[in-house]
């Protein structure tokens, strides 16, 4: 259990700080104070629920999109996110598609290291001698 907690937590921080930095990177990627946790569950909630869905029906039907997943439901999950209003806007077709790809790569890469870090430690704590 305490395993899933910290795994909602990495990816819920990714989440965040994906789209923390696109907003930073970005000028027509906003993200107002007030909407933030509320984009940010959006978008994780989207993202956790997309992935499998979007990767079977590509599995079934296009399986040439299969590496393209991750960004194919980081889009899908952003544009659920900024349908919510006072929390995420993104302005303009190539914005759209960097913020894409700075979130995916941002959450990829959280998704990648943190648990090395947060799990690995206490995988050695509770191995047996």
């Known amino acids: 259990m305490v395993r899933f907690l ?8 990714t989440a965040a700080l ?3 930095v696109a907003a930073l990177l970005l000028p027509d990627v906003t993200l107002s104070v007030s909407g933030f946790i509320v984009a940010v569950v959006v978008f994780a909630l989207a993202q956790s629920l997309l992935a499998p869905f979007i990767f079977n029906v590509a599995r079934k ?4 999109l299969l590496g393209g997943i991750g960004l194919i439901s980081t889009f899908v999950a952003l544009l659920i996110a900024s349908l919510f209003p ?3 806007t993104i302005s303009g077709i190539a914005t759209w598609v960097l913020a894409t790809l700075v979130v995916w790569i941002v959450t990829a ?11 690995k430690d206490r995988q050695a704590r509770h191995a047996p001698a």
Do not use: C, H, T
């Open 86 to 88: 006072g929390g995420l």
């Open 61 to 64: 039907y296009a399986s040439p």
């Open 18 to 20: 994906g789209l923390l």
């Open 109 to 119: 890469l959280g998704a990648w290291v943190l648990p090395i870090l947060f799990l």
């Open 6 to 13: 910290i795994r909602a937590a990495i990816f819920l921080g």
